[in-house]
């Protein structure tokens, strides 16, 4: 099947007429027009009423043609389909989907079976919710998917992915607040399976913390898994799946309690980092790790407080030493480093 996509853009626009973000006023009108999908000249989305040979399928957000490939479209706000386009699993050849709501139900039709490698996945409904077409081409590179312009006639057939494009090991540095843990979900947002290390206490008996866990605990996609552990060492060498561990400073602060180290010996707590970085180094899945970037704010009036800022600092240079990519987020702003 050949699909024209004659927009690509959500159903203003983009930029919005009127609109005056900053998304919005760095582009021309009319960059991009509302979503528009043409198959073979003959159908067009939504597939409710297909034309002879053709036939609809997933409540006519998908097309299997005559030729035996299958189209989903996933426009926001629609769930991921229970079945493929044969009623079962069978994968789909092209998906185009908005990717700026909510990225994980591409993992979650991956995770299904409904998208593979082979899958020819292309973002549509592109609109204000992204700061430019720079940044929206950063998260698509992550995700394994492309974007490409109004009038774009694609072609249903098996998708080239670059082998290895994604790092291995990540390390995303940050301050209080900054985003370094909405980038690091981010980075796997499209992954079928990820396992979530939380380091940090449950909240109980604190509200404040408690209402920072739940957050947390919302905002990630719901079909994760999720360790609650500061016991990172096996975590690390025992991960199957892509692990996201948040953060470095919570595990930190867990060893300095368990050794009892903020006033006495702090042997242990060097011992247990060069566990970490030598775990780390060994990794058998990818890791995408979030730490408190500690070198940029007061000398800590204590002792104790100095201590912990000295491990930290330390460990956050030894990790990004072994790490291919490392970047400090400001503002939610990503810079690499």
Same mark, same amino acid.
């Given at each position: 099947?050949?699909?024209?996509?004659?927009?690509?853009?959500?159903?203003?626009?983009?930029?919005?007429?009127? =609109?005056?973000? @900053?998304? =919005?006023?760095?582009?021309?009108?009319?960059?991009?027009?509302?979503?528009?999908?043409?198959? $073979?000249?003959?159908? &067009?989305?939504?597939?409710?009423?297909?034309?002879?040979?053709?036939?609809?399928?997933?409540?006519?957000?998908?097309?299997?043609?005559?030729?035996?490939?299958?189209? *989903?479209? *996933?426009?926001?706000?629609?769930?991921?389909?229970?079945?493929?386009?044969?009623?079962?699993?069978?994968?789909?050849?092209?998906?185009?989907?908005?990717?700026? $709501?909510?990225?994980?139900?591409?993992?979650?039709?991956?995770?299904?079976?409904?998208?593979?490698?082979?899958?020819?996945? +292309?973002?549509?409904?592109?609109?204000?919710? @992204?700061?430019?077409?720079?940044?929206? /081409?950063?998260?698509?590179?992550?995700?394994?998917?492309?974007? +490409?312009?109004? %009038?774009?006639?694609?072609?249903?057939?098996?998708? +080239?992915?670059?082998?290895?494009?994604?790092? #291995? &090991?990540?390390?995303?540095?940050?301050?209080?607040?900054?985003?370094?843990?909405?980038?690091?979900?981010?980075?796997?947002?499209?992954?079928?399976?990820?396992?979530?290390?939380?380091? %940090?206490?449950?909240?109980? %008996?604190?509200?404040? #913390?408690?209402?920072?866990?739940?957050?947390?605990?919302?905002?990630?996609?719901?079909?994760?898994?999720?360790?609650?552990?500061?016991? *990172?060492?096996?975590?690390?060498?025992?991960?199957?799946?892509?692990?996201?561990?948040?953060?470095?400073?919570?595990?930190?602060?867990?060893?300095?309690?368990?050794?009892?180290? #903020?006033?006495?010996?702090?042997?242990?707590?060097?011992? &247990? =980092?060069?566990?970490?970085?030598?775990?780390?180094?060994? /990794?058998?899945?990818? *890791?995408?790790?979030?730490?408190?970037? +500690?070198?940029?704010?007061? @000398?800590?009036?204590?002792?104790?407080?100095? /201590?912990?800022?000295?491990?930290?600092?330390?460990?956050?240079?030894? !990790?990004?030493?072994?790490?291919?990519?490392?970047?400090?987020?400001?503002?939610?702003?990503?810079?690499? !480093?």
């Amino acid at each position: 099947m050949k699909v024209l996509l004659s927009g690509t853009a959500g159903g203003s626009g983009w930029p919005e007429p009127g =609109c005056r973000c @900053v998304s =919005c006023a760095g582009l021309p009108s009319g960059h991009r027009r509302p979503f528009e999908a043409i198959v $073979d000249g003959v159908a &067009r989305f939504p597939f409710d009423d297909p034309p002879s040979g053709y036939r609809a399928c997933a409540g006519g957000l998908g097309l299997a043609g005559p030729d035996g490939s299958r189209l *989903l479209c *996933l426009p926001a706000g629609r769930p991921v389909p229970v079945d493929g386009p044969t009623g079962g699993p069978t994968r789909y050849d092209m998906v185009l989907i908005d990717l700026l $709501d909510r990225p994980e139900r591409l993992g979650e039709l991956r995770r299904a079976g409904l998208a593979d490698d082979r899958t020819l996945v +292309v973002a549509v409904g592109l609109d204000h919710r @992204v700061r430019s077409e720079a940044e929206l /081409a950063r998260r698509l590179r992550l995700w394994d998917a492309l974007v +490409v312009p109004d %009038g774009t006639e694609l072609e249903t057939g098996p998708a +080239v992915h670059p082998a290895g494009s994604a790092p #291995w &090991r990540t390390l995303l540095l940050g301050g209080s607040r900054s985003g370094k843990s909405g980038e690091a979900e981010l980075r796997l947002a499209a992954e079928p399976y990820v396992t979530y290390v939380a380091t %940090g206490p449950s909240g109980a %008996g604190d509200g404040e #913390w408690a209402a920072r866990v739940r957050a947390h605990r919302e905002r990630r996609p719901g079909h994760w898994a999720t360790v609650e552990t500061a016991d *990172l060492v096996p975590a690390v060498l025992e991960a199957t799946t892509p692990l996201l561990i948040d953060g470095l400073g919570t595990w930190l602060t867990a060893v300095f309690d368990e050794h009892g180290a #903020w006033e006495g010996d702090r042997a242990p707590v060097r011992e &247990r =980092c060069d566990e970490l970085v030598a775990a780390w180094r060994r /990794a058998p899945a990818r *890791l995408v790790a979030v730490s408190d970037e +500690v070198g940029m704010g007061v @000398v800590p009036a204590t002792s104790s407080g100095r /201590a912990f800022r000295d491990a930290l600092g330390r460990l956050n240079e030894r !990790l990004a030493a072994e790490s291919e990519y490392v970047a400090l987020v400001v503002a939610g702003r990503l810079l690499e !480093l």
